[in-house]
């Protein structure tokens, strides 16, 4: 021992064997812990992820978290139907009362349940679909609803997402929840490539492999949400240590988009929109004597989704709020018609269903460039549900010719 | 962080048990040495790790010939190496490129493309232990006879990222006994050690969100929270850096092995000669040792040993960071140290006085000696121009 270590009064007092006893327990029991609580629903009362109990506030649901969600949702005899996609699908600017899904579950009925796993900025098939595609084991008549940008140029993610969100994906696959899908591999193969020089990638697979067997993370977000929150973060500010259960959702219904602030919003977004439109020309209109070139959407959904889920998949293709439309000229608004088109070709090309909702929707139906109001969430629930139905109707869910009760 | 990396957690799970469960000294020789080449390369890269390769065999090779001459050139080498990876960007770009503004740009693009991204890892806690070792080759210590156990001093993992930096006189006799036997009660210790320092780091951790987030608001803040600032800014350092240490202490008692304490309540010091003897010690004796007393110390009168004490403090700001502030923050703590350690005799009778209320106030002379270091956390962490603002908006008044 060196010469000048004096041993402190926790060093002369410590009992070794019954410490070390002691951590090896107490390690095992936070294990058991974590696996016994994440199969237990924490959440009180959900309605969706919302951004004080999601990814934004460091407030990361586990695969067994959502499984233990869905077994409360959900009901086997029933049709489960999952809401993933972005804040428009999760109901961004509407309180949850009058959210999309709360709409969709309105005009589907009794029939059905609806799970709003849908968050602000997520992509079509990230955490939503990752769930899904988990949850159909548990849940054989299962629906995946999500949605997309118009785009058949534009791709629609990796298949394990975002950095923010890969995290799910890699916890699914981790603990062998996913499906065999070879286009997937093949892509994740190529992606592994890439990322083999990005510490955060590697620490990511590190992170999730110690924590397939051993759960800390459940234990740790059911305390989070429970008791009390360790993380400090910016959105939480002067609050940040109580546990997630005391906030209540903070989005407010908002009015729809007045005249005063579309105008203001076009110096900056119709440019986006026009870039937009002619990004998407070479899979709408081809050059002349040019064959249209391979489609990003249709290949990306091929490689995210494994083909099981695909046909139970439901895309809406969402427009932007017309009234920037109407700023356009009638070629670009024309282009911008069939590029819609284009994409829910793409998309059924590619083996999901596909529906542009937004047809019927005017600009009093919008909280600002994409969101929807209230009255707009109601009307894309009625767009969507007949396409739900006819789906559970296709796939054997619900027999032939009952349409449920839903809305008359 | 190394340690709160999950690669590091299955690293850890491979380790231990290995060198816990095999009680022969050569076969946990060997696993202390594959856990160390394994975690330097990991973390370094091949790129990081061959210069402190070469600079470890040119450290061992010199030490085994005890020549002065060839110890001095390879101490030479070592320094040469530190300046050239971690300061040759700031002396071209920030003091050349200060003299003349148009080769600032230049410089730094020509140099961005020579030198690495960035130094080797840890290369600063590798030249000063190898320096050590040097040095007290020259003066006539053993020197480590057997390569493994010189690569073991050179490369001990717990101790590469972040201290504390070691004394082969004191490392190898512990590292000798940590091989022949680990008890329970060193695991036990080293857990418990780990333990207290990943909670620091937690607390460190959420108070450097914290303190991110406000930063660049500073401004923005009313009086008290800026002092409030300050106290986090202070705590953050001292937990992030101290939890560091206790973990890397804990994880070479793990081995059995004791590694001296780096940290000893520096936050209670009633002076700044005290609060150096507690914070960081083995870089502040380290500076002591090798920069200070060979310049001359406290020998050569009150004017050179404030002389020398600014240069020691110099270089430790300079050490911890190539930039303008790191080295104007160790200025900053000499300045302060030549005034705590002079100001009786220059004073007279009013500084008698003084030192007298100190005595009797113990709790006025502390306070001072935090308040005096919780400043100089802003010259440490903030640009010059920066620092010296904030320091102007504790006292009131407004940003803009």
């Not at chain 1, 785009?151 to 916890?171: I, N, S």
């Not at chain 2, 101490?75 to 040469?80: N, P, S, W």
């Amino acid at each position: 021992m060196n010469e000048s270590h004096r041993p402190g009064l926790l060093e002369r007092s410590l009992a070794p064997w019954p410490l070390l006893l002691g951590v090896v327990t107490a390690f095992l029991a936070c294990c058991l812990a974590g696996r016994v609580l994440g199969r237990r629903n924490c959440f009180d009362r959900f309605d969706r992820f919302h951004y004080l109990m999601d990814y934004i506030t460091l407030y990361y649901p586990t695969t067994s978290q959502v499984q233990s969600l869905a077994r409360e949702t959900f009901d086997p005899a029933k049709v489960a139907v999952i809401v993933g996609g972005n804040s428009i699908m999760y109901g961004g600017g509407s309180d949850p009362e009058h959210m999309f899904t709360r709409y969709l579950q309105a005009e589907l009925g009794d029939e059905y349940r609806v799970l709003n796993l849908a968050m602000p900025g997520e992509m079509p098939f990230e955490f939503g679909a990752t769930a899904a595609e988990f949850l159909v084991r548990d849940y054989p008549k299962l629906i995946l609803v999500t949605n997309t940008w118009i785009g058949p140029g534009t791709d629609a993610g990796d298949p394990d997402g975002r950095p923010e969100l890969r995290y799910f994906f890699e916890e699914a696959r981790a603990r062998g929840l996913l499906m065999d899908c070879p286009e997937r591999e093949a892509r994740l193969r190529e992606l592994e490539q890439q990322r083999q020089k990005d510490p955060s990638a590697l620490e990511l697979k590190a992170q999730l492999r110690v924590d397939g067997p051993l759960y800390f993370r459940d234990l740790w977000n059911v305390f989070t949400y429970q008791h009390l929150t360790t993380v400090w973060c910016n959105p939480l500010a002067g609050s940040w240590w109580r546990p997630r259960r005391d906030y209540p959702d903070p989005d407010k219904l908002a009015p729809p988009v007045d005249e005063a602030t579309q105008r203001s919003l076009c110096g900056t977004y119709l440019p986006q929109l026009r870039a937009q439109i002619e990004g998407n020309r070479p899979y709408v209109r081809p050059a002349p004597g040019q064959a249209l070139p391979p489609c990003p959407l249709e290949r990306s959904v091929k490689a995210c989704l494994p083909g099981p889920l695909r046909e139970r998949t439901l895309v809406l293709v969402n427009r932007c709020c017309p009234y920037f439309l109407e700023q356009l000229t009638p070629q670009e608004r024309g282009l911008y018609g069939e590029t819609v088109l284009a994409t829910v070709q793409a998309l059924e090309r590619a083996g999901v269903n596909a529906l542009d909702p937004g047809r019927s929707l005017s600009t009093r139906h919008y909280g600002d460039v994409v969101h929807l109001t209230a009255e707009g969430g109601r009307r894309m629930a009625e767009e969507a549900a007949p396409k739900v139905r006819e789906m559970a109707r296709r796939l054997g869910y619900v027999a032939q010719g009952r349409a449920g009760p839903g809305r008359k | 962080m190394l340690f709160l990396t999950y690669w590091f957690v299955l690293f850890a799970c491979v380790v231990y048990p290995l060198y816990w469960l095999v009680p022969v000294r050569a076969v946990r020789l060997a696993v202390l040495l594959s856990a160390c080449a394994v975690f330097h390369t990991h973390f370094a890269g091949p790129a990081g790790v061959l210069p402190i390769a070469v600079l470890a065999v040119l450290t061992y090779a010199a030490g085994l010939t005890r020549s002065r001459t060839f110890c001095s050139l390879v101490i030479a080498a070592c320094v040469l190496a530190l300046v050239f990876y971690k300061y040759t960007t700031f002396l071209l770009v920030e003091v050349v490129g200060a003299v003349r503004l148009e080769w600032r740009d230049s410089l730094g693009g020509h140099l961005h493309d020579l030198l690495p991204s960035a130094p080797p890892l840890a290369i600063s806690f590798f030249v000063f232990e190898f320096v050590h070792y040097l040095a007290d080759v020259c003066r006539g210590s053993p020197s480590i006879k057997s390569p493994l156990h010189f690569g073991a001093y050179a490369i001990f993992w717990p101790s590469i990222v972040a201290g504390p930096v070691k004394r082969y006189q004191d490392f190898l006799p512990a590292y000798k006994r940590g091989l022949k036997r680990v008890c329970a009660h060193d695991v036990a210790v080293g857990l418990v050690r780990v333990a207290v320092g990943l909670v620091k780091k937690v607390v460190a951790d959420n108070l450097t969100a914290w303190l991110t987030y406000w930063g660049p608001h500073f401004d923005k803040l009313d009086v008290l929270w800026r002092w409030y600032f300050i106290a986090c800014l202070s705590t953050r350092v001292l937990l992030d850096f101290s939890g560091y240490s206790d973990m890397a202490i804990g994880f070479a008692r793990m081995h059995g092995i004791v590694l001296a304490e780096n940290f000893r309540w520096p936050y209670l010091a009633r002076d700044l000669a005290s609060f150096w003897q507690r914070w960081h010690i083995s870089l502040s004796t380290w500076i002591r040792d090798y920069v200070y007393i060979p310049l001359g110390g406290s020998r050569c009168g009150p004017v050179r040993k404030a002389l020398n004490g600014l240069a020691a403090f110099a270089l430790c700001g300079f050490w911890h960071g190539a930039s303008w502030n790191c080295l104007a923050w160790g200025i900053y703590n000499g300045i302060g140290l030549t005034i705590c350690s002079t100001y009786r005799r220059l004073l007279g009778r009013v500084g008698d006085g003084l030192a007298t209320r100190f005595e009797r106030y113990p709790q006025v002379a502390w306070a001072l000696t935090l308040l005096y270091v919780g400043i100089g956390m802003l010259i440490f962490f903030y640009p010059v121009e920066r620092s010296l603002r904030m320091m102007g908006l504790l006292l009131g008044g407004t940003g803009s």
